[in-house]
């Protein structure tokens, strides 16, 4: 563990189902469909929960908490965040940044942005400020353009605790 910064990237998409709750960065989303999953199908987290694993180098949400174990089964997301964030700690890493990009037709993300951050900044235990999420369209191409599902893509980078950069005081 040499390096003081190392970044990483994760990716997820998941499709719509009736009659789920829409969870999205660990936030209720009211009025729309939720999203087919074995866990609670919170698709943002799972692409931030890739995109930390990935810059440690930690293999994948799946590695991690395999959707074949009844243990998670309507896992609730967030709380798989906050277990990856405890498992980079333990590792000497902190989270310096994550910038999230979601795409779907609907429902429209902008008015449950903030929301999401706060309930991020939450989760990972870093400034609103250090997050950034953003809502897109595929501009009704392909299948998400269609209204089947979101697709979730995450940039993040992470700190080495030991490297005293004084970022975030972490
Ligand atoms: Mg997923």
Partial sequence: MDMPFRVGFGYDSHV????????????????????KAHSDGDVMIHAIIDALFGAA???????????????????????????????L?????????????????????????EAI??????LLGIPVEAISVKGKTNEKMDDVGAGKGIEVHCASLIVNRSAQTGVYNM
Avoid: M, Q, Y
């Fill in 89 to 113: 700690h333990a590792r000497g890493w902190a989270v310096g940044n994550i910038d999230v990009t979601a795409i779907c037709e609907r429902p429209r993300l902008r008015p449950h942005v």
């Fill in 16 to 35: 719509f189902e009736a009659g789920r709750k829409l969870v999205l960065g660990g936030v209720e989303i009211p009025g729309h469909d939720g999203l």
């Fill in 57 to 87: 180098a930690l293999g994948d949400i799946g590695s991690h908490f395999p959707d074949t174990d009844d243990k998670w089964k309507g896992a609730d997301s967030a709380k798989l965040l906050a277990a990856a964030v405890a498992e």
């Fill in 117 to 122: 951050r706060v309930r991020l900044s939450s």
